[in-house]
């Protein structure tokens, strides 16, 4: 993560909430000592009220054989009741198949479509999120 545009995009100019959501996420991922300073700087500001309820982002799930349907299944930031409203696809696995990359597409209807990129990473039996990124939205 580019660390330092994302303190200076942010926490300079606070209008600046563009992708905001997706960057606290990120954050949280990557857990480094570093993210942390950032999301208290969030939080010092205001903009962090609402980092505990991506905090999932960090917690282990399983997924068995259906990855895609455990990557939907624990979508924290897609709101429960647009659950029914998400197709999950497996794009992509890596070589060693310890990796993969699942695509969800939430169609609430025209202008309010969203598309998101999941890269999920397998530790024993259990997946961890790496990056979730929006890539679209209408």
């Known amino acids: 993560m580019d660390y330092d545009l994302c303190a200076s995009f942010y926490l300079k100019d606070e209008r600046s909430t563009w992708r905001l959501r997706e960057t606290k996420i990120a ?5 480094s000592r570093r993210a942390h300073k950032i999301l208290e700087a ?3 500001r205001g903009l962090g009220a609402d980092i505990n309820k991506f905090a999932p982002a960090r917690i282990p799930f399983k997924g068995h054989d259906d990855v895609s349907g455990a990557v939907l299944r624990n979508s924290f930031f897609i709101p429960q009741s647009d659950h029914r409203l998400v197709t999950a696809t497996l794009m992509a696995f890596s070589p060693s198949k310890d990796k993969a990359l699942v695509s969800l597409y939430v169609n609430r209807g025209v202008l309010a479509e969203e598309w998101w990129h999941v890269v999920v990473e397998r ?5 961890r999120f790496v990056s979730i990124t929006m890539v ?3």
């Open 27 to 31: 954050l949280l991922i990557d857990g």
């Open 42 to 44: 969030f939080r010092s």
């Open 123 to 127: 530790r024993g039996d259990r997946w």
């Open 136 to 138: 679209g939205n209408s």
